[in-house]
């Protein structure tokens, strides 16, 4: 079979090479899934880059563990385990594969039964391959910064698939949704029906005297204190990844945050495909769309790996196999 393959950390295209490679074979409670789509996000950017460096501990000190990307993928189970009870082949599905593994970047993978979910007949296979991670971010993100109707929340990063799931995941609770990105992403998120939009490279949002209920961070670059300065007085603060520095900052000053604020932080754990259910549900009554950024062929991977890793994509980056 046809995958990308990394042997040494580096840039996307200079690392990553479309290589024939043995099928996997399934195991006990593993499903052989053919690959029909698959995503870009910010594990498979670390990942292939080895960088943070602090995630090499996870990834291989020296050389890559996994030498085939991805964690994000729909398609058909083409082959069962034997312990496999869920599934039968001809069944469509998807998931986010991280908890079980990656290697998603082919146009084979065998994964675990537990990470997959089955597909809705109307969720195309790239619409389906761009859900299972940014929508899970976005509403778990909003769930534990206890999103509540009519409230002020705010985006950072709101152009790629977090912020684009996340805006229509806030128009359920009639939220006042502004948005915070910049570049081509600007015109899209007011297409989308983002209330406020503020482009970063004009305008601080910590700093310009507004507040908000809620913020869902994807970008963390700032310290905790900026953001409090955009809190309402019981607001809360949610970042769902960003920078490693600001977020270790983040983690060791929350308990004292909490000590001394009615204002909370909080950094998201994510939980892989818990409460897909309700994001099926969503899109079977035409109340959320995806925003694909794509498909791009799969020879092209290494190239729309560093398109997103540079930021400048629009909605979800997806990958046809």
């Keep these: ?12 295209e200079s690392v990553l090479q479309l290589t024939e490679v043995p099928e996997p ?20 950017w670390s990942m292939v880059r080895g960088k943070p460096y602090l ?31 869920s599934f039968k082949v001809g069944d469509p599905v998807y998931g986010d594969t991280s908890a079980y593994g990656f290697g998603t970047y082919a146009e084979y993978v065998c994964v675990n039964e537990k990470a997959l979910t089955r597909k809705p007949d109307r969720i195309g296979f790239e619409e389906a391959a761009a859900i299972s991670h940014a929508s899970m971010l976005a509403m778990q993100g909003f769930d534990i910064g206890h999103l509540q ?30 948005g ?21 490279k004009k305008e601080d949002f910590t ?22 300065r955009s809190l309402t007085t019981n607001g809360r603060y949610v970042t769902v990844g960003g920078h490693l520095n600001r977020l270790l900052h ?13 204002k909370s932080v909080h950094i998201l754990a994510l939980k892989p495909n818990k409460g897909l259910k309700v994001i099926n549900e969503l899109f079977e009554s035409n109340k959320i769309e995806c925003v694909l950024d794509g498909p791009y062929a799969l020879e092209d991977g290494p190239k729309a790996l560093q398109y997103f890793g540079d930021g400048k994509h629009q909605g979800k980056v997806v990958i046809s196999v």
């Design 1 to 12: 079979m046809k995958a990308l393959v990394f042997t040494k950390y580096g840039s996307p």
């Design 180 to 200: 915070v990105d910049t570049g081509d992403k600007l015109k899209m998120m007011d297409s989308i029906g983002y209330d406020h939009i503020i482009d970063y």
């Design 55 to 85: 995630y090499r501990l996870m990834f291989g000190i020296k050389k890559p563990k996994h030498q085939i990307p991805g964690m994000e993928m729909a398609g058909v189970v083409e082959a069962i385990g034997s312990g496999v009870l």
């Design 25 to 44: 074979i399934p195991k006990e409670e593993e499903v052989l899934i053919k690959v029909h789509a698959t995503a870009a996000n910010d594990w498979d």
């Design 207 to 228: 700093k310009n005297g507004k507040q908000y209920d809620l913020i869902l961070d994807c970008k963390t670059t700032r310290s905790p204190i900026a953001y409090l």
């Design 149 to 178: 109707d009519g409230q002020k929340v705010l985006i950072n990063g709101a152009g790629g698939g977090v912020g684009t799931f996340g805006l229509q995941i806030a128009k359920q609770h009639n939220a006042e949704v502004t």
């Design 250 to 262: 983040l983690f060791f000053l929350r308990p004292w945050i909490s000590l001394f604020s009615s």
